[in-house]
């Protein structure tokens, strides 16, 4: 065969190639890609749905006040001009009973004086009279007989100027609770504001969206979108509420990035990890793959040198083996008339490979050999992190001898065990892990907590189709404590008495070896009051609980 020629092995190394690391690449971009757009959008969703929800609430307020302060308008219009309390008290408990608070309905004369006020007392602002020129008192006369709100010494204040035949009678007021206003704005979950229509904050979750002087700080004075303040990246929401309030929203993307950038990080790792173990293994798949080849090869090649005695065994394939037995037979043919008549052994020698060479061209063998493409097709994803996992339990569960092991190496060994779980049950399956950094040097028996991850595995779905597990580890004085709890089936009463009946005793009479073994081997190794011991609920779940001494590294 040609050696200046592309090998087989090469060909067969590129189709790998190409059906499995390019395919593994163009899928890590196109998650990454999906993953940004979806993370972006569901940012941006949350914090409009939580601006606009909020805005609703407040805007919906505000119509129910404004329609108070009107209707008290017009009662006093109608009682010729004196304030009927009963009325006006009535109209206050109807429009506000929903709010549960309400707040501070007075009626003034326009010189100043107190007409009538709903909580019994007058705020400073709306009886001094250098706040006539200043505040909602100022915005009310201004407005002339139109409702307005304006921010007054930190309040909200709504109100109208009450006029009949364009003679000003009185002036109504309604001071919000702030206990309204925080009941609407408790769920909010980011940074929020409440400002007036200049920009003056009533209400906010963080002094960061303020300025010096107590208006919206400027960075953030813009309409929705994404805002650069103080080094950091925002995404910012912003609605206006009819009624002259605006209700700003603002999301710190900072940590949202920081998260994305880590998944991304782990997305090329485990995609660049997949890339090389494929490249790694198709080196090794195309050894093995076109050893019957190279089999074919050295045996043409002994037949060009005379060597007739050469036997080709290839077994791969049904077409390999049955080249093998064509090729063999021709052989043994060969080697016959050779012994029947020596005087023609190197004519009837030339004749024979000449026959086999026109029987198997080369040309003619590679084009069959390249329809075999089976061995290109490779599920390079779930299969490899499988083989990883399980490498890595392998190495951790024969490399060495010790009795005992840090929690850090444990846990690494768990990873793995989980890793393959996960895969196995999908979203059946869920876990939940809580180490404190204090206990990763803390020595424990080795394949500590794998079996106890394997116990609920076992035991736990039952009839359930879904599993959660939390394993959890902390420090009591001078003991660790462990423990795994699930939300499966659980174990009945009964079946729960035999398992802590046999933990209790030295010889196992039970089919329990699982947590049997643990708690015996804990006893054996630590003199003390250390061991494990299980409660469970039949329906609820199962928890196991494990105590160690405390020693470190």
């Given at each position: 065969?040609?050696?200046?020629?592309?090998?087989?092995?090469?060909?067969?190394?590129?189709?790998?190639?190409?059906?499995?690391?390019?395919?593994?690449?163009?899928?890590?971009?196109?998650?990454?890609?999906?993953?940004?757009?979806?993370?972006?959008?569901?940012?941006?969703?949350?914090?409009?749905?939580?601006?606009?929800?909020?805005?609703?609430?407040?805007?919906?307020?505000?119509?129910?006040?404004?329609?108070?302060?009107?209707?008290?308008?017009?009662?006093?219009?109608?009682?010729?001009?004196s304030v009927p309390k009963d009325r006006i008290a009535g109209i206050l408990?109807?429009?506000?009973?929903?709010?549960?608070?309400?707040?501070?309905?007075?009626?003034?004369?326009?010189?100043?004086?107190?007409?009538?006020?709903?909580?019994?007392?007058?705020?400073?602002?709306?009886?001094?009279?250098?706040?006539?020129?200043?505040?909602?008192?100022?915005?009310?006369?201004?407005?002339?007989?139109?409702?307005?709100?304006?921010?007054?010494?930190?309040?909200?204040?709504?109100?109208?100027?009450?006029?009949?035949?364009?003679?000003?009678?009185?002036?109504?007021?309604?001071?919000?609770?702030?206990?309204?206003?925080?009941?609407?704005?408790?769920?909010?979950?980011?940074?929020?504001?409440?400002?007036?229509?200049?920009?003056?904050?009533?209400?906010?979750?963080?002094?960061?969206?303020?300025?010096?002087?107590?208006?919206?700080?400027?960075?953030?004075?813009?309409?929705?979108?994404?805002?650069?303040?103080?080094?950091?990246?925002?995404?910012?929401?912003?609605?206006?509420?009819?009624?002259?309030?605006?209700?700003?929203?603002?999301?710190?993307?900072?940590?949202?990035?920081?998260?994305?950038?880590?998944?991304?990080?782990?997305?090329?790792?485990?995609?660049?990890?997949?890339?090389?173990?494929?490249?790694?293994?198709?080196?090794?798949?195309?050894?093995?793959?076109?050893?019957?080849?190279?089999?074919?090869?050295?045996?043409?090649?002994?037949?060009?040198?005379?060597?007739?005695?050469?036997?080709?065994?290839?077994?791969?394939?049904?077409?390999?083996?049955?080249?093998?037995?064509?090729?063999?037979?021709?052989?043994?043919?060969?080697?016959?008339?050779?012994?029947?008549?020596?005087?023609?052994?190197?004519?009837?020698?030339?004749?024979?490979?000449?026959?086999?060479?026109?029987?198997?061209?080369?040309?003619?063998?590679?084009?069959?050999?390249?329809?075999?493409?089976?061995?290109?097709?490779?599920?390079?994803?779930?299969?490899?992190?499988?083989?990883?996992?399980?490498?890595?339990?392998?190495?951790?569960?024969?490399?060495?001898?010790?009795?005992?092991?840090?929690?850090?190496?444990?846990?690494?060994?768990?990873?793995?065990?989980?890793?393959?779980?996960?895969?196995?049950?999908?979203?059946?399956?869920?876990?939940?892990?809580?180490?404190?950094?204090?206990?990763?040097?803390?020595?424990?028996?080795?394949?500590?907590?794998?079996?106890?991850?394997?116990?609920?595995?076992?035991?736990?779905?039952?009839?359930?189709?879904k599993l959660f597990v939390t394993i959890r580890g902390y420090k009591i004085?001078?003991?660790?404590?462990?423990?795994?709890?699930?939300?499966?089936?659980?174990?009945?009463?009964?079946?729960?008495?035999?398992?802590?009946?046999?933990?209790?005793?030295?010889?196992?009479?039970?089919?329990?070896?699982?947590?049997?073994?643990?708690?015996?081997?804990?006893?054996?190794?630590?003199?003390?009051?250390?061991?494990?011991?299980?409660?469970?609920?039949?329906?609820?779940?199962?928890?196991?609980?494990?105590?160690?001494?405390?020693?470190?590294?």
């Open positions: 065969m040609n050696r200046e020629t592309v090998c087989f092995r090469d060909s067969i190394r590129k189709t790998f190639i190409s059906y499995s690391i390019v395919p593994v690449v163009v899928t890590a971009l196109v998650i990454l890609s999906i993953t940004g757009i979806a993370w972006n959008n569901a940012v941006t969703y949350r914090n409009e749905n939580e601006n606009r929800e909020t805005a609703e609430k407040i805007s919906h307020a505000t119509d129910i006040w404004y329609g108070m302060i009107n209707e008290a308008a017009e009662a006093f219009l109608k009682n010729d001009g408990y109807e429009k506000c009973g929903e709010f549960g608070e309400t707040g501070n309905l007075v009626m003034l004369e326009p010189s100043g004086g107190v007409l009538y006020a709903s909580a019994g007392n007058v705020p400073y602002y709306l009886k001094e009279a250098q706040y006539m020129d200043w505040g909602i008192l100022h915005n009310i006369r201004k407005a002339t007989g139109i409702t307005v709100t304006a921010l007054s010494e930190g309040n909200i204040c709504m109100g109208k100027a009450v006029y009949e035949k364009d003679e000003l009678k009185c002036l109504v007021v309604y001071i919000v609770p702030d206990e309204v206003i925080k009941q609407m704005t408790g769920a909010v979950e980011r940074f929020f504001a409440i400002t007036d229509e200049n920009g003056w904050i009533y209400a906010e979750n963080s002094k960061m969206l303020r300025d010096a002087y107590g208006k919206l700080a400027a960075a953030f004075d813009t309409d929705t979108g994404y805002v650069k303040a103080s080094g950091k990246l925002y995404y910012l929401c912003r609605t206006v509420v009819r009624n002259g309030l605006t209700v700003w929203t603002v999301d710190d993307m900072s940590d949202h990035i920081r998260v994305f950038l880590l998944l991304i990080g782990v997305v090329i790792m485990v995609f660049a990890g997949i890339v090389f173990i494929t490249y790694k293994s198709t080196d090794a798949s195309s050894e093995k793959y076109t050893a019957d080849i190279r089999r074919i090869e050295a045996a043409f090649e002994s037949v060009s040198k005379g060597d007739l005695d050469v036997r080709l065994n290839t077994d791969s394939s049904r077409e390999f083996t049955t080249i093998g037995n064509d090729f063999n037979e021709m052989l043994e043919s060969l080697r016959g008339q050779i012994a029947e008549n020596k005087e023609l052994a190197t004519d009837v020698a030339f004749a024979q490979l000449k026959q086999l060479e026109s029987q198997l061209n080369p040309h003619f063998l590679f084009n069959t050999l390249d329809n075999i493409r089976f061995m290109a097709k490779i599920d390079a994803e779930a299969a490899d992190k499988m083989i990883v996992s399980l490498s890595g339990i392998l190495r951790y569960t024969i490399r060495d001898t010790r009795e005992e092991v840090t929690l850090r190496e444990d846990l690494n060994n768990l990873r793995y065990y989980l890793n393959i779980l996960q895969i196995r049950f999908n979203k059946r399956f869920k876990y939940a892990t809580d180490f404190g950094d204090d206990l990763m040097d803390c020595l424990i028996p080795k394949l500590l907590l794998q079996p106890l991850l394997e116990n609920a595995i076992k035991h736990g779905f039952g009839n359930k189709e004085t001078d003991k660790l404590v462990f423990i795994c709890e699930d939300d499966g089936a659980g174990i009945a009463p009964e079946k729960l008495k035999e398992i802590r009946e046999s933990l209790a005793k030295d010889d196992n009479e039970t089919a329990h070896y699982g947590l049997y073994n643990i708690h015996r081997r804990i006893k054996l190794m630590y003199k003390g009051d250390y061991g494990l011991d299980i409660d469970s609920k039949e329906g609820e779940g199962t928890l196991v609980r494990i105590v160690l001494p405390r020693r470190e590294k």
